[in-house]
């Protein structure tokens, strides 16, 4: 099954807005809207911030964003604070075995 | 408010079984899909196992034939049975619920540790 891929790092100063990619998203009917988003704090269990592409669940500040375009998905952080230096995971579901996909990850540092 | 807890982590040597629970409160499993997920010692995240509300269950190709998930609905809990052990089983396995509609994982326990070495 094909991989999802995403940058090993990404940084920002406080204040700025940075862009996480995540390339390889299915274009089949499983794949092409179900693309969701985690944030995992160092220590801490992952926690969801986008599903659907780019929809927040309640309680998730509106500083995250999420978009897809074609075979590629982005979360985009705005008005970076120091609490957002984490790893980000996106994932996607598959028609096969596995079930789901996730991305490599990305580690997200605030300056 | 609704949580997972899972237990039953430890060091086991390689070909060993070890079973991990997830107690859920604040909802029915029952009426879930309820997932395993792991992660390897500095290492991203992989899906293991999920059972439906069917009762359905799937697994990745590495824990098909070794691991079997289930759940107790009076208990409220899923469990991971991991028989035959292997030094890449190594990892953090965290709870998930599921939710079909989103194909999303919504919620996640704080994970327990299975370390495979002799």
């Known amino acids: 099954q094909s991989a999802l891929t995403q940058p090993a790092s990404v940084s920002g100063s406080p204040g700025q807005s940075i862009t996480i990619s995540c390339t390889g998203i299915?274009?089949?009917?499983?794949?092409?809207?179900?693309v969701s988003w985690y944030q995992q704090l160092p220590g801490k269990a992952p926690q969801l911030m986008i599903y659907?592409?780019?929809n927040r669940p309640s309680g998730v500040s509106n500083r995250f964003s999420g978009s897809k375009s074609g075979d590629t998905a982005s979360l985009t952080i705005s008005g970076l604070q120091a609490e957002d230096e984490a790893n980000y995971y996106c994932?996607?579901?598959?028609?096969?075995?596995?079930?789901?996909?996730f991305g490599g990850g990305t580690k997200l540092t605030v300056l | 408010e609704a949580q997972l807890v899972e237990t039953g982590g430890g060091l086991i040597q390689p070909g060993g079984s070890l079973r991990l629970s997830c107690a859920a409160s604040?909802?029915?499993?029952?009426?879930?899909?309820m997932s395993w997920v792991r992660q390897a010692p500095g290492k991203g995240l992989e899906w293991v196992s999920i059972?439906?509300?069917?009762?359905?269950?799937y697994y990745t190709d590495s824990a098909r034939g070794r691991f079997t998930i289930s759940r107790d609905s009076f208990k409220n809990t899923v469990y991971l049975q991991m028989n035959g052990l292997r030094a890449e089983d190594t990892a953090v396995y965290y709870c998930?619920?599921?939710?079909?509609?989103?194909?999303?994982?919504?919620?996640w326990g704080q994970g327990t540790m299975v370390t495979v070495s002799s």
């Open positions: 998930a619920r599921w939710v079909g509609l989103a194909r999303t994982f919504d919620m």
């Open positions: 604040g909802f029915a499993v029952s009426s879930n899909y």
């Open positions: 059972i439906y509300s069917d009762t359905s269950t």
């Open positions: 299915s274009n089949d009917i499983t794949g092409y809207k179900y």
């Open positions: 659907d592409i780019s």
């Open positions: 994932s996607s579901c598959t028609a096969s075995n596995p079930l789901v996909l």
